[in-house]
C-alpha cells in the first residue's frame, strides 16, 4: 500500500468532513446569538440528536483509540474499561439527569448554587470545571497528534495546533449549538463505521496465517533449537538452520521484585543475501518479505564494484561477498523459551534507538521500507494452525467463542526494553496465551495479585462508575434539551449508543490483535490499523471520524470550560455587568483562551499515555463534583460551606494523591515499578477509593458546623 | 442573577416517585456491578468458566450483560416514569390534583 495515497484519501475524506462541520457551524452560528443559545443551544435539541451527542461527547480518544489498543494487548483487560464508562451512565440517568436539569441554567454551578447563592460555590466549582476540562483536554490534544503523526507524517505539534484552530473557531463560532450537531454527526458515524468494520472483521474470520486482505504477506517468526555451551545459549548445531547464525551477545532480563531471572534473550549474527533491483535499489530479503536499503545505493554500488572476499563496514553495516552474492551481516535478536523437552531461541523484533538519534530496526537501518513489523496474531484455533484453522465467516458469538477456548492460542505483543552502552533497545515479541488467560480479567488489571493490587483495580473501577456523571462537559448537555423528561430520554438515547459501541470495541480490539495490526511501539492506533487492514477507504473513513472524534470532544470540554470562566466567574463571582452580547463576546474570548492553553499542554504533553490522563480527569471529576451534586440532591443538612469545602478537598485530595502515586514516580523519577511502589508514600494508583470517600465526608462534617448560618437549603431538589 | 432554566420548562410531574425509583435502580444495579467486581477479584478463574449461552464465558456473558442490562433498566425506569407523568398530568388536567 502506497502511504501517500492512502495520506491524500484520508486528508480528503478529513477536510470533505470539516468542510461540512464548518459550515454547519456558521450556518446555526448565525442563529445563536443569546447567552442561552451559546451555552445551551437555546434549550431546544430534540432529545435523540442530545442523546447522540452524548455518545459524540462521551466516545473520545480515549474510548475509540485507547480502549480499542488496550484490549488489543491486554485482551478482557482492556473491556473493564467500556464496562466502568458505561455503568457511569447509570448514576447520571439514574441519579442526576433530571434533578441537574431542574436546578441548572447554563452550568453545574448554576446547579450546585442555585439554593445558596454563595460565592464561594461559584468560585469552587467554576475552577473545577476548569481543572477536569482542562485535564480532559490534555489527553485529547495528545491524541490530536498521536493520530496525525503516521497518517499524514506531520509532526505531533502540527496535529495538535490544527485540531486546537479548528475546534476554537467552531466554538467562536456557534457555541453549543454546533457542537451539538458535530458530537451527532460523529456519534453517529463513529458508531455506523464501527459496525462496518466489526462486520468485515467476522465476514474475513479467523486464521493463523492472516494477510490483510492480501496486502501484507503473512510473517512466521523463526524459532530455532538451543543448547547451553557454558555460560552461552546458542543455535543446537543439530539444527539445520543452525549454521546460518554465529551468537553475538546474550542478556537475562531481572524480575526487578526478585531479582530472579525472567527471560533470556539472546543476539545472533546473521548473513542476508542482497539483490540489486533494475530501479537501483539494493534489498535484502528475509523469508519472502522484502527490505529494502535504498539509503545504501550509491556505497553498495561502490562496494560492489571493488569489494573482494573481505568484510568492509560502511555505515555501520558489514558486508560480505562470497562468489558473485552479496550478504548484509546482521545482528537479530531472539528470545529464548524452555519447552517440555527443550530450549528453543524465538525471533523477536528489535529497535535500536542510538544516543545521536540513529535508529536501526530488525538490524538493519530504519527507512520507509524498513519498519517494525504489526504484531499480534494467532498461533492456534480451536487446536489447529495454518491453513485448515481458517475459518472463514464467523458469526459474532462464534468469533468470541472460538477465541475463549483454552486451545485458541494467541501471540500477545510484549515489549522488553534494556541498554547496552549508549544504546536503547526494544525488543517486541509474542508471549503464546491461550483463549481462556485472554478472554478474562487479569492481563493488565492483577485481579490475582496483592489485596494493595485489587484495591488499587477497584479504586479505578469506582472513579469510572462515579466519574462519568460528575464530568463538567456531560452535565452542561442537560441544559441543551427542553425538559427533565427529555433530558432523561437523551441520557437513555446515549446509554443505547455508547452501550452498543463499547460492545463493538471488543471486536475492534480483538480484530486488531487477531488480524495482526497492531503497532508495537504504541497500541492508540489499532482500530484505524486495523481498517487499513482491509481497505484503504475504511481506513481514510476511521481516521477521519477519529480525529472529528477528537474534534468533538474537545469542543465540548471548551464550552465547559469557557461556560465557566464567562458565565460563573466574569458574570456571576466577579459581578461583571455585561449584556446578552457581551456575555457571548465574553465566551467566545474564554473558548480562544482556554483553547491555546489545550493546544500549549497537547504540545508539552506529548508522549504522555492517554488512558492515564483521562483517568487522572475521571477522578478528579468524581472526587470534587460527584459528592457535592449526590449530597445537595439527597441530603437536607447539606450547607454552601460544605459544597465549597468538598470540592476543594476533592480537588486536592485527587490530584496530590496522583502526584505522588507510584505511576508518576516511575515516569518522573525514572525508576522501576517496584521501586516507585516503595518510594510513593500511599501505593496506589488510582486515588477514587480514597479521595471519592473523604470529599464526601469532609461535605458531612462541615455543613453540620454550619448549620446555623443561614444558607441551609430548604429542602433538597429530589424530595420536591 | 436569576435562576431559571435555560429553556422555558412545563411542570414536571412524579418528580418524587422518579428520584425514588432512581435510586431504586441505582442501588438495583450496583449490586450487579459490584458482583462482577467482586467474582473479578475474588475468582478470577471463574470469568474463564464457559457458559451454555452462545458458547461465551462467564466473563462476556457477564461483561455484554452489564451492558445490555444497564439498558433494559433504562427502558424500564423511562417507561415507568412515562407512565407516571402521563397520570399526574392527565389528573392535573382534570382537576383532581396531578402534583407528587
Redesign the interface.
Known amino acids: 500500500m502506497i502511504l501517500a495515497e492512502v495520506a491524500f484519501m484520508a486528508v480528503a475524506v478529513f477536510a470533505l468532513f470539516v468542510a461540512f462541520v464548518l459550515g454547519l457551524s456558521f450556518y446555526l452560528g448565525r442563529r445563536a446569538k443569546s447567552a442561552s443559545g451559546s451555552f445551551a443551544a437555546g434549550g431546544q435539541i430534540p432529545w435523540g440528536v442530545n442523546g447522540i451527542s452524548f455518545a459524540g461527547d462521551y466516545l473520545s480518544a480515549a474510548s475509540f483509540l485507547g480502549i480499542c489498543g488496550m484490549i488489543a494487548v491486554a485482551g478482557y483487560d482492556g473491556f473493564l474499561y467500556s464496562i466502568g464508562y458505561l455503568a457511569g451512565w447509570i448514576v447520571a440517568l439514574f441519579v442526576v439527569a433530571e434533578p441537574m436539569k431542574r436546578l441548572g441554567k447554563y452550568t453545574f454551578t448554576d446547579a450546585l448554587d442555585s439554593q445558596f447563592n454563595s460565592r464561594g460555590i461559584q468560585f469552587a466549582a467554576a475552577l473545577s470545571t476548569l481543572i477536569v476540562s482542562v485535564f480532559y483536554l490534555i489527553p485529547q490534544m495528545v491524541g490530536a497528534g498521536v493520530l496525525v503523526t503516521p497518517l499524514l507524517g506531520l509532526p505531533h505539534a502540527v496535529g495538535v495546533i490544527m485540531v486546537g484552530a479548528i475546534v476554537i473557531f467552531i466554538v467562536a463560532t456557534a457555541g453549543m449549538a454546533s457542537t451539538t450537531w458535530v458530537q451527532f454527526l460523529k456519534g453517529t458515524l463513529l458508531i455506523v463505521f464501527s459496525l462496518v468494520l466489526v462486520i468485515v472483521v467476522c465476514v474475513q474470520g479467523l486464521s493463523t496465517e492472516p494477510d490483510q486482505a492480501g496486502t501484507v504477506a503473512h510473517y512466521s517468526y523463526r524459532m530455532l533449537d538451543a543448547k547451553q555451551a557454558g555460560e552461552e545459549l546458542v543455535p543446537d548445531p543439530a539444527d539445520p538452520q543452525a549454521a546460518d547464525f554465529v551468537h553475538l551477545d546474550q542478556k537475562d532480563i531481572l524480575n526487578p521484585k526478585t531479582g530472579d531471572v525472567d527471560m533470556t534473550v539472546v543476539k545472533l549474527q546473521e548473513l542476508l543475501p542482497l539483490t540489486h533491483t533494475e530501479e537501483g535499489y539494493w534489498q535484502v530479503t528475509v523469508k519472502g518479505t522484502v527490505e529494502r536499503l535504498g539509503a545504501y545505493e550509491d556505497s553498495l554500488d561502490k562496494l560492489a564494484a571493488r569489494t573482494g572476499d573481505a568484510t568492509k563496514d560502511i555505515m555501520e553495516l558489514s558486508f560480505i561477498k562470497r562468489g558473485d552474492q552479496l550478504f548484509v551481516s546482521t545482528a537479530t535478536w531472539w528470545v529464548a523459551r524452555k519447552t517440555e523437552d527443550k530450549t528453543v531461541l524465538i525471533e523477536a523484533q528489535s529497535l535500536r534507538e542510538e544516543e545521536d538519534g540513529g535508529k536501526w530496526v530488525n538490524g538493519l537501518p530504519a527507512s520507509d521500507e524498513n519498519q517494525l513489523r504489526q504484531v499480534g496474531g494467532l498461533q492456534q484455533i480451536a487446536g489447529k494452525s495454518g491453513q485448515e484453522a481458517s475459518t472463514g465467516a464467523v458469526g459474532p458469538f462464534e468469533f468470541l467463542s472460538t477465541l475463549s477456548r483454552e486451545d485458541t492460542v494467541f501471540d500477545i505483543p510484549k515489549t522488553v526494553e534494556f541498554s547496552i552502552g549508549e544504546n536503547h533497545i526494544s525488543l517486541f515479541y509474542a508471549k503464546p496465551t491461550p483463549g481462556t488467560k485472554v478472554m478474562r480479567p487479569g492481563m493488565k488489571f492483577k485481579v490475582e495479585g496483592s489485596a494493595l493490587e485489587k484495591l488499587d483495580f477497584a479504586s479505578l473501577m469506582l472513579a469510572l462508575f462515579l466519574g462519568t456523571a460528575a464530568l463538567p462537559h456531560i452535565l452542561i448537555r442537560y441544559y441543551t434539551v427542553p425538559s427533565p423528561a427529555a433530558a432523561r430520554k437523551s441520557t437513555i438515547v446515549a446509554i443505547a449508543s455508547i452501550g452498543f459501541f463499547y460492545v463493538l470495541t471488543m471486536y475492534l480490539g480483538l480484530g486488531s490483535l487477531v488480524n495482526e495490526v497492531v503497532n508495537p511501539t504504541s497500541n492508540n492506533m489499532s482500530a484505524p490499523l486495523l481498517a487499513r487492514g482491509f481497505s484503504t477507504l475504511l481506513f481514510a473513513i476511521i481516521s477521519a471520524i477519529a480525529f472529528a472524534t477528537v474534534l468533538g470532544t474537545v469542543s465540548g470540554l471548551i464550552v465547559a470550560a469557557s461556560g465557566a470562566v464567562a458565565h460563573d466567574l466574569m458574570d456571576r463571582f466577579f459581578s461583571l455587568k455585561m449584556n446578552e452580547k457581551q456575555k457571548v463576546y465574553a465566551g467566545k474570548l474564554a473558548a480562544f483562551t482556554v483553547g491555546l492553553i489545550a493546544i500549549i499542554l497537547g504540545i508539552v504533553f506529548e508522549g504522555m499515555n492517554v488512558a492515564f490522563l483521562v483517568g487522572w480527569a475521571f477522578a478528579v471529576a468524581a472526587s470534587a463534583n460527584l459528592p457535592a451534586i449526590i449530597m445537595l440532591l439527597f441530603w437536607k443538612k447539606t450547607t454552601g460551606k460544605g459544597i465549597v469545602a468538598s470540592i476543594a478537598v476533592g480537588i486536592i485530595s485527587a490530584v496530590g494523591l496522583i502526584l505522588i502515586s507510584p505511576s508518576m514516580y516511575a515516569k518522573y523519577y525514572a525508576v522501576s515499578r517496584e521501586q516507585a511502589v516503595e518510594l510513593a508514600p500511599i501505593p496506589f494508583d488510582n486515588p477514587g477509593l480514597i479521595s471519592i470517600p473523604l470529599s464526601f465526608l469532609t461535605l458531612v462534617i462541615v455543613s453540620l458546623l454550619t448549620q446555623k448560618t443561614a444558607e441551609k437549603p430548604k429542602e433538597t431538589v429530589a424530595a420536591d | 442573577?436569576?435562576?431559571?432554566?435555560?429553556?422555558?420548562?412545563?411542570k414536571?410531574y412524579g418528580?418524587?416517585y422518579?428520584?425514588r425509583l432512581?435510586?431504586w435502580?441505582?442501588l438495583l444495579?450496583?449490586i450487579v456491578?459490584g458482583g462482577?467486581?467482586a467474582i473479578?477479584?475474588a475468582q478470577?478463574?471463574l470469568?474463564?468458566e464457559?457458559t451454555p449461552v452462545?458458547?461465551?464465558?462467564?466473563?462476556?456473558v457477564y461483561?455484554?450483560g452489564?451492558?445490555?442490562f444497564?439498558?433494559l433498566?433504562?427502558?424500564v425506569?423511562?417507561v415507568m416514569?412515562?407512565r407516571r407523568?402521563r397520570q399526574l398530568r392527565q389528573a392535573d388536567e382534570q382537576g383532581q390534583g396531578g402534583e407528587e
Not at chain 2, 452462545?54 to 462476556?60: D, E, I, S, T
Open positions: 442573577m436569576l435562576h431559571e432554566p435555560a429553556a422555558p420548562q412545563g414536571d418528580q418524587k422518579k428520584t432512581g435510586v435502580m441505582f444495579y450496583g456491578y462482577f467486581m473479578n477479584l478470577p478463574k470469568m474463564a464457559r452462545f458458547g461465551l464465558n462467564v466473563a462476556g461483561g455484554f452489564l451492558i445490555v444497564a439498558l433498566l433504562a427502558l425506569y423511562n416514569c412515562t407523568e
